[in-house]
C-alpha cells in the first residue's frame, strides 16, 4: 500500500446506512467535521477535491466507496473492524468520535488499521451464490421444525428423513385438521427445495472457473460448496508462510490467557470468517460421523474425541476442522495428491 504523508487531507469516514460522518484533517493541523448523506452522488460531489488519503471500515457501503473514491485519485485505507475495536475500546462510542478515531489513526500510520482489501467483483457474485443457498438452507430447516413441532403437540411424529426429502415423503402423513396451517409451509418448502438445487448448479458452473477447488475437494466430505467458499475467502494462497496459520486466520485457535502457572483452556478466538468456519466445522463433523472415511485426519479426531467427557467430542470436532482447514490450504499450494493414509510414513521413506 502507498505510504500516507502528512501532505495532504486525511479524512476518516464513518459510512452510515443513510448518512456518513467524516473528520478531516489538514496539512496545517487544522481539523473540520462534516455529514454527507451516504450515495454515490453525494460522495462523488464531496470528494472532488484535491487528492487525500481516506480511511473507514470495510462494511455494507465500503465496496462501492473504494471504488468511487479509488476512480476520483484518493488513496483509500479499508480499515479491519476487529483491530479498530481493540484499539478504541470505550463506553462513549458515536458515529463521530469513530470518523475522527479512524482520521488520526490513519495519519499515524495506517497499519494500526489492518488494512483489508475487496476481493474482484467475479468472486464477490459467486460468494454471494454461496451464500444464498446457505440461507435458503436455514430457512428450510426453520420451516421443517415448525412443521415436526406443530405435528408432534398433537400427539403425532412424522418419520426421519432427510431435509431436501422432506417435503415429498411427509406431506400426505400430516393430518386433515392441520392441513390449513400447514399445506402453504410445504408449498414454501418444495419452492425452497427447486431454488437450493438451482443455486447447486450454479455453484458447480462456480467451480469451473477455479480450477484449484479439483485440488481442495479431494478429501471426502469437502464438496463444492465448501471448497469454493474457502478459496473465495483465503483469495490468495500465498498470503501465509506456512499452511498451519491458516486454522489461526479463521478464528479455530483456542484463545490464550497464561499468567504463571495458570493456563486455562479456553474456546477458541472465532476470528475469522463465521461463514466458512460453520463449513469447515460440519466438514469435520462429517470425517468423525458414520459415514467418514477412514483416514489419518478422521483417527487422529476419534483418538481426540475419547479424552474427556461430553466436550471432548466438541473439543474433537475443532481440532479435526483447523486441521482440516490446514490440509485444504496445503492441497490447493502444492497441487499433490492427497493421501488419506500414510501420509507421513510415505514423506519419511522419500526422504
Excluded at 479512524?102 to 454461496?130: F, Y
Excluded at 462456480?206 to 469454493?228: F, H, M, N, W
Excluded at 473439543?315 to 476442522?321: E, F, G, I, N, Q
Excluded at 493421501?339 to 519419511?348: C, K, T
Aim: charged share 30%; aromatic share 6%.
Amino acid at each position: 500500500m502507498e505510504n500516507t504523508t502528512t501532505a495532504i487531507e486525511t479524512v476518516g469516514c464513518d459510512l452510515g446506512d443513510k448518512k456518513s460522518e467524516l473528520f478531516v484533517m489538514r496539512p496545517d493541523g487544522g481539523c473540520t467535521r462534516q455529514t454527507v448523506r451516504t450515495s454515490r452522488e453525494a460522495f462523488n460531489k464531496w470528494f472532488s477535491r484535491p487528492r487525500a488519503h481516506v480511511v473507514f471500515e470495510v462494511g455494507a457501503h465500503s465496496r462501492w466507496v473504494s471504488e468511487l473514491l479509488t476512480q476520483l485519485g484518493h488513496q483509500v485505507t479499508i480499515a479491519n473492524p476487529r483491530r479498530v475495536k481493540a484499539i478504541s475500546e470505550s463506553d462513549t462510542k458515536t458515529d463521530r468520535r469513530d470518523a475522527e478515531l479512524l482520521a488520526r489513526l490513519g495519519r499515524a500510520d495506517a497499519k494500526l488499521l489492518a488494512p483489508v482489501s475487496h476481493r474482484p467483483a467475479q468472486a464477490q457474485a459467486d460468494l454471494a451464490v454461496a451464500k444464498a443457498r446457505d440461507l435458503l438452507v436455514s430457512t428450510r430447516t426453520k420451516l421443517i421444525n415448525h412443521i415436526r413441532g406443530t405435528i408432534k403437540s398433537f400427539g403425532l411424529r412424522l418419520p426421519s428423513c432427510s431435509s431436501g426429502a422432506f417435503a415429498r415423503k411427509t406431506r400426505d402423513l400430516v393430518p386433515p385438521n392441520l392441513q390449513p396451517a400447514l399445506r402453504p409451509i410445504y408449498d414454501s418448502l418444495e419452492c425452497i427445495d427447486e431454488q437450493i438445487r438451482t443455486h447447486d448448479r450454479a455453484i458447480e458452473v462456480a467451480s469451473v472457473r477455479y480450477p484449484e477447488t479439483d485440488a481442495i475437494s479431494q478429501i471426502k466430505g469437502v464438496g463444492p460448496l465448501t471448497a469454493l467458499v474457502f478459496l473465495l475467502t483465503i483469495e490468495d494462497k500465498h498470503r501465509f508462510k506456512s499452511s498451519r496459520l491458516v486454522g489461526a486466520y479463521l478464528g479455530l485457535r483456542p484463545r490464550k490467557s497464561q499468567t504463571g502457572n495458570d493456563d486455562p483452556e479456553l474456546r477458541i478466538t472465532k476470528a475469522g470468517d463465521p461463514f466458512l468456519r460453520r463449513l469447515l466445522i460440519n466438514c469435520a463433523n462429517y470425517q468423525l460421523g458414520p459415514f467418514g472415511a477412514d483416514s489419518d485426519l478422521r483417527r487422529w479426531g476419534l483418538e481426540i474425541a475419547k479424552r474427556g467427557r461430553k466436550s471432548a467430542k466438541k473439543r474433537a470436532v475443532v481440532a479435526v476442522a483447523r486441521k482440516l482447514a490446514v490440509l485444504m490450504h496445503r492441497l490447493w499450494v502444492t497441487g499433490e495428491l492427497y493421501q488419506p493414509l500414510g501420509y507421513r510414513d510415505s514423506q519419511r521413506a522419500a526422504a
